[in-house]
């Protein structure tokens, strides 16, 4: 819940017409010109701009008319739970930007701001933070490799923005390598932090996470710089109704020598210099809730075992193709490639 922009955003039915000028006015810079009105109850009935206050004067409303008189009535909500990623989506094209978020009696519960949070994905989200980040030495030696500055922020604050935009709250992020310095670096926020006791691979820490038991989660390495839609990632994975869908890179291959095609001994064609094409897995998947929580406990698991796993199930396991920012900070090489773009 974004308390601070329901108190700034919301105001009584009650209310005077000037006191919503008032509160209009004083609204901070970048901030939607826009009030959410509610009635004695907490109930939203409508909302109001200095459009809507406009029209009311062209009316003959005076300032000290009621705000309930002036308010614009058929305005648009979301409800607290469930999937409105497509509602939400539609708003979003439609220009709408400040959107109520209300429970099933109609009552306010948010407010959100297209401009900062595009979507609101139902997901919850493990950040994999645990690894030592060798090649990155001398750097990681003091400093774990998610806490890398990366333009004015930590490698690791990207990914938390990625998922606030995406309205991703329920943020988890697993530990190992010098961990008391992510854990201080998140000491009073909402992210929580997991300790693993030893290294558990490259999801098995998921198992230490209070994961819900329905639903889906993203899980995504923390040392990632990507500008992935998530929200895009999300519909794909609902529209394949999958267990698991994997981010997927494009990645070429080119062999600067002649190919031969053979059948036993002998060459039935010949190929210059060829290159193909693959997708790669880009650490970024959805999964479905009830595989993370059969992962065993304090078992070391990679992502590829569960994947494979689920493959030889029969369950369903799709990919995504990113477009866009994708660099794994794995080598000063691609730490400088990432610092360069965000500079």
């Given at each position: 819940?974004?308390?601070?922009?329901?108190?700034?955003?919301?105001?009584?039915?009650?209310?005077?017409?000037?006191?919503?000028?008032?509160?209009?006015?004083?609204?901070?810079?970048?901030?939607?010109?826009?009030?959410?009105?509610?009635?004695?109850?907490?109930?939203?009935?409508?909302?109001?701009?200095?459009?809507?206050?406009?029209?009311?004067?062209?009316?003959?409303?005076?300032?000290?008319?009621?705000?309930?008189?002036?308010?614009?009535?058929?305005?648009?909500?979301?409800?607290?739970?469930?999937?409105?990623?497509?509602?939400?989506?539609?708003?979003?094209?439609?220009?709408?930007?400040?959107?109520?978020?209300?429970?099933?009696?109609?009552?306010?519960?948010?407010?959100?701001?297209?401009?900062?949070?595009?979507?609101?994905?139902?997901?919850?989200a493990i950040l994999m933070a645990g690894?030592?980040?060798?090649?990155?030495?001398?750097?990681?030696?003091?400093?774990?490799?998610?806490?890398?500055?990366?333009?004015?922020?930590?490698?690791?604050?990207?990914?938390?923005?990625?998922?606030?935009?995406?309205?991703?709250?329920?943020?988890?992020?697993?530990?190992?390598?010098?961990?008391?310095?992510?854990?201080?670096?998140?000491?009073?926020?909402?992210?929580?932090?997991?300790?693993?006791?030893?290294?558990?691979?490259?999801?098995?820490?998921?198992?230490?996470?209070?994961?819900?038991?329905?639903?889906?989660?993203?899980?995504?390495?923390?040392?990632?710089?990507?500008?992935?839609?998530?929200?895009?990632?999300?519909?794909?994975?609902?529209?394949?109704?999958?267990?698991?869908?994997?981010?997927?890179?494009?990645?070429?291959?080119?062999?600067?020598?002649?190919?031969?095609?053979?059948?036993?001994?002998?060459?039935?064609?010949?190929?210059?210099?060829?290159?193909?094409?693959?997708?790669?897995?880009?650490?970024?998947?959805?999964?479905?809730?009830?595989?993370?929580?059969?992962?065993?406990?304090?078992?070391?698991?990679?992502?590829t075992d569960l994947i494979e796993s689920?493959?030889?199930?029969?369950?369903?396991?799709?990919?995504?193709?990113?477009?866009?920012?994708?660099?794994?900070?794995?080598?000063?090489?691609?730490?400088?490639?990432?610092?360069?773009?965000?500079?």
């Open positions: 819940m974004d308390k601070y922009r329901i108190q700034l955003h919301t105001i009584a039915s009650q209310c005077s017409i000037l006191e919503a000028l008032d509160r209009l006015n004083a609204l901070p810079s970048g901030e939607a010109m826009a009030l959410v009105v509610t009635d004695p109850s907490g109930l939203v009935v409508g909302t109001l701009t200095d459009g809507d206050i406009r029209r009311a004067q062209l009316r003959g409303l005076s300032l000290s008319s009621q705000v309930s008189l002036a308010m614009h009535t058929a305005f648009s909500a979301i409800p607290a739970l469930g999937d409105a990623v497509d509602t939400l989506r539609d708003m979003r094209r439609r220009g709408l930007r400040l959107i109520p978020v209300t429970d099933p009696s109609g009552a306010l519960v948010d407010l959100i701001d297209t401009l900062h949070t595009p979507s609101r994905l139902p997901l919850s690894g030592k980040g060798e090649r990155l030495r001398p750097l990681t030696l003091t400093t774990p490799k998610p806490l890398l500055p990366v333009g004015s922020r930590a490698i690791i604050d990207h990914n938390i923005d990625l998922l606030r935009r995406a309205g991703i709250t329920d943020i988890s992020v697993t530990v190992n390598y010098l961990a008391e310095q992510i854990e201080a670096h998140f000491q009073g926020s909402e992210v929580k932090t997991v300790r693993e006791l030893e290294p558990l691979g490259t999801i098995g820490a998921a198992a230490l996470c209070d994961i819900p038991p329905s639903g889906a989660s993203i899980v995504m390495n923390a040392d990632l710089l990507t500008s992935i839609s998530l929200e895009d990632m999300y519909i794909h994975h609902r529209a394949h109704a999958a267990d698991i869908t994997i981010a997927a890179i494009p990645y070429d291959v080119s062999i600067p020598y002649a190919i031969l095609s053979t059948q036993g001994p002998s060459v039935v064609g010949l190929e210059e210099k060829p290159s193909y094409s693959y997708y790669a897995n880009a650490g970024i998947y959805i999964i479905d809730n009830s595989l993370l929580r059969s992962l065993p406990a304090a078992v070391r698991t990679d992502a689920a493959i030889r199930s029969g369950l369903t396991v799709t990919f995504f193709p990113i477009s866009g920012t994708w660099i794994d900070i794995g080598s000063p090489a691609d730490y400088s490639r990432a610092c360069t773009l965000t500079n």
